[in-house]
């Protein structure tokens, strides 16, 4: 089965600064997507970044960018010119690209890390 | 509608009591998910559909789960005889793909159900 790791609980930043934050996953398939999520105190998950496996740039989105590592299989979000609509909680999410049909076919999420902006 | 809609957004029930949770899901999209999250942790799988036909239910985490999506547009989750472990949030996200192709899932806001 596949496990997805937030090792930190908690990061703060001051407006406008960069901020990374990280993700490492376990899993022995070759091909998979990886996602970012976002979720504020709505509780509504806002999708804030996809990459692909089998694609080797980084994807990037506005002010958001991930560090993508498939051999050390972590999956990093960098975060530019941090503005205070950015704070919320932020999930690391795994999902294989095979498609089982039968098998566990959501996504993994991991623990998430809480991201306040300080102004 | 313009997005996944979830009812009741928060839920109160005695221990022992049925509950039932409603997904409407974007117009037209195929697939439909149901998580759940507890608090401070991350969503965990239960069900999925594609369409009517439930063609994964393996998160589900005990028969006391049961999941419904009788026309492909609408789904019901429904909790028999709850416990205290089962207070949580409980998020539905749709997508307009059969699965498989990656494509993201977008989320409802979740109903946030307690158990007494």
């Known amino acids: 089965a596949q496990t997805v790791t937030q090792s930190q609980p908690e990061m703060s930043v001051q407006e406008a600064e960069t901020v990374t934050l990280s993700c490492t996953y376990d899993t022995s398939e070759s091909d998979y997507y990886l996602f970012w999520y976002k979720q504020p105190p709505s509780r509504q998950m806002i999708l804030v970044i996809r990459?692909?496996?089998?694609?080797?740039q980084n994807a990037t989105e506005n002010r958001f960018s991930v560090n993508f590592q498939k051999a050390a299989k972590s999956f990093s979000l960098k975060i530019s010119d941090s503005q205070l609509g950015d704070a919320a909680m932020y999930f690391c999410?795994?999902?294989?690209?095979?498609?089982?049909?039968?098998?566990?076919?959501?996504?993994?999420f991991g623990k998430g890390t809480h991201l306040i902006i300080q102004p | 509608g313009a997005g996944v809609s979830q009812s009741p957004r928060y839920k109160v029930a005695k221990r022992g009591q049925d509950v039932a949770l409603r997904c409407d899901p974007i117009?037209?999209?195929?697939?439909l998910f149901w998580y759940q999250q507890a608090l401070g942790q991350g969503p965990e799988f239960l069900t999925y559909f594609q369409n009517e036909a439930q063609l994964d239910k393996s998160g589900l985490p005990s028969d006391r789960f049961f999941a419904e999506r009788p026309e492909g547009s609408v789904s019901t989750l429904k909790i028999q005889r709850t416990q205290q472990e089962d207070s949580a949030v409980y998020l539905c996200?749709?997508?307009?793909?059969?699965w498989g192709q990656g494509q993201p899932q977008h989320f409802g806001d979740g109903t946030r159900l307690s158990i007494l």
């Open positions: 996200a749709s997508s307009p793909y059969v």
């Open positions: 990459q692909e496996a089998y694609k080797q």
């Open positions: 117009s037209g999209h195929v697939s």
């Open positions: 999410a795994y999902r294989s690209a095979r498609y089982s049909g039968g098998g566990a076919d959501g996504l993994t």
